[in-house]
């Protein structure tokens, strides 16, 4: 079971943490990925890691700004969010799978709660 953390209300130009951990299980051998879901839109990929080798994958709307890492001692993933715009305003999502990061929401079983990301104008 995945927990995900961190989201609140934040004026335009700030920054936010996010924190996903695993209970239970470590996080080897997983990609841990973010998926965020804005109200009236599809989920969509926003960043992932390898937790073996730590190759990370961004969505083009986020690069420059999110960065995604791991704590292992902590089995925790992060998504590191500055910069933050409007349009990021959405319910953000962990995922895990077995095997590489996919962009694709479908191939991911493992998914926490969700924590809202609200990004003021």
């Known amino acids: 079971q995945l927990q995900a953390w961190g989201g609140g209300l934040v004026q335009a130009g700030g920054s936010l943490r996010l924190s996903c951990a695993a209970s239970?299980?470590?996080?080897?051998?997983?990609?841990v990925s973010w998926f965020r879901q804005a109200r009236g839109k599809e989920r969509e990929f926003v960043a992932g890691?390898?937790?073996?080798?730590?190759?990370?994958a961004y969505a083009d709307s986020v690069k420059g700004r999110f960065t995604i890492s791991r704590d292992n001692a902590k089995n925790t993933v992060y998504l590191q969010m500055n910069s933050l715009k409007p349009e990021d305003t959405a319910v953000y999502y962990c995922?895990?799978?077995?095997?590489?990061?996919?962009?694709?929401?479908?191939?991911?079983?493992?998914w926490g709660q969700g924590t809202q990301v609200t990004v003021s104008s």
């Open positions: 995922a895990a799978r077995l095997d590489r990061i996919n962009y694709s929401d479908l191939v991911y079983l493992d």
């Open positions: 239970g299980r470590t996080f080897s051998n997983y990609a």
């Open positions: 890691i390898s937790w073996s080798d730590e190759t990370t």
